[in-house]
């Protein structure tokens, strides 16, 4: 299983960004897909996470402000940030996984990160 993320970027604050993430190797649709992201100097946390069904989750701070979706004739999971704030910050990955989970331990499989850098 490959995944390849894209789509970071610098952008100002309250501005918008959409990453995108490709799935390959396996039947896309069976799995849960997350995006997580790192900061520097802080530990990996999830962003969002969506189901097989299309049912998703958020983390507080980005709720209202970030979207996950995906397309799986496309084989791609998507983050689509608005309001961007400079704590935004951070290198974001997708990753994938077999079960329902928003634990970084619970994924199996990573993307490579994409940088998203938010000016003030």
């Known amino acids: 299983v490959q995944l390849q993320a894209s789509g970071g970027g610098l952008v100002q604050a309250g501005g918008s960004l959409r990453l995108s993430c490709v799935v390959s190797?396996?039947?896309?649709?069976?799995?849960?897909m997350g995006w997580f992201r790192q900061a520097p100097g802080k530990g990996r946390e999830i962003v969002a996470a969506?189901?097989?069904?299309?049912?998703?989750s958020y983390t507080d701070s980005v709720k209202g402000r970030f979207t996950i979706s995906r397309d799986n004739t496309k084989n791609t999971v998507y983050l689509q940030m608005n309001s961007l704030k400079p704590e935004d910050t951070a290198v974001y990955y997708c990753?994938?996984?077999?079960?329902?989970?928003?634990?970084?331990?619970?994924?199996?499989?990573w993307g490579q990160g994409t940088l998203v850098t938010v000016s003030s």
């Open positions: 990753a994938a996984s077999l079960n329902m989970a928003t634990s970084v331990n619970a994924y199996a499989y």
């Open positions: 190797g396996r039947t896309f649709s069976s799995y849960f």
């Open positions: 969506i189901g097989w069904s299309g049912s998703t």
